[in-house]
């Protein structure tokens, strides 16, 4: 069976919903392209969120990511859209996404978006 790029975000329940504890993620390969250019974009993301009642499943956090290669996006606007669809997915105690894209045209960009509930 073919993984194809995928919206859907999956979640499970928290084995410890009781207890504040820190998940991160590192994503080294995320490419979505320049909405004026349409050249790639390349960048690491890095998602830091305490879980309230379910967690992210990393088969379709993975298969979300995909979802954005053929898309284009400004820096700002696809850090922010990350966030606010994790959120929506997970409903997390707090949640960071830091898009760090690599340089281009001499200017390297990183952006931080934070969700607190």
């Not at 909405?35 to 993301?45: S, V």
């Not at 409903?91 to 760090?100: F, I, K, L, S, T």
């Amino acid at each position: 069976m073919t993984t194809q790029p995928s919206k859907s975000l999956e979640t499970f329940p928290n084995p410890k919903p009781g207890r504040d504890y820190e998940v991160t993620f590192e994503v080294p390969e995320f490419t979505c392209l320049c909405p004026r250019t349409g050249q790639p974009d390349f960048a690491t993301l890095r998602i830091r969120y305490v879980p309230n009642e379910v967690c992210l499943e990393l088969k379709s956090l993975k298969t979300y990511f995909w979802s954005f290669r053929d898309e284009g996006h400004f820096h700002e606007a696809v850090t922010n859209q990350i966030l606010d669809d994790l959120v929506a997915a997970c409903a997390p105690r707090r949640m960071q996404v830091e898009g760090d894209f690599h340089v281009r045209g001499g200017i390297h960009t990183v952006v931080r978006a934070e969700h607190s509930a």
